[in-house]
């Protein structure tokens, strides 16, 4: 099964963006605001249940500036035009 390779993101806490664990985003910040820790668009974490269980990160808006999207990057990074700041 083919999909992204990010094994972290990034959550706001306290008015800070901070990089956290797919499995921490999931777990304790589900309510939070989620940002690509490359390209800064936002994301959301999903758990996948088809087969053996594994948290993905997917682009809200799919960036084609954005490495962590392999299947739509086409090889140059760039910051998403709807980046959270
Ligand atoms: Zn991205």
Same mark, same amino acid.
């Given at each position: 099964?083919?999909?992204?390779? =990010? =094994?972290?993101? *990034? &959550? /706001? &806490?306290?008015? =800070?963006?901070?990089? &956290?664990?797919?499995? *921490?985003?999931?777990? /304790?910040?589900?309510?939070?605001?989620?940002?690509?820790?490359?390209?800064?668009? @936002? &994301?959301?974490?999903?758990?996948?249940?088809?087969?053996?269980? /594994?948290?993905?990160?997917?682009?809200? /808006?799919?960036? @084609?500036?954005?490495?962590?999207?392999?299947?739509?990057? @086409?090889?140059?990074?760039?910051?998403?035009? *709807?980046?959270? =700041?």
């Amino acid at each position: 099964m083919s999909g992204p390779i =990010a =094994a972290t993101c *990034e &959550v /706001k &806490v306290g008015g =800070a963006w901070q990089g &956290v664990t797919l499995k *921490e985003a999931h777990a /304790k910040h589900g309510g939070t605001d989620k940002r690509c820790p490359s390209c800064h668009g @936002r &994301v959301i974490v999903s758990g996948s249940y088809s087969g053996p269980f /594994k948290l993905i990160l997917s682009h809200r /808006k799919n960036h @084609r500036g954005c490495p962590l999207t392999p299947k739509s990057f @086409r090889g140059e990074a760039w910051p998403h035009p *709807e980046a959270l =700041a």
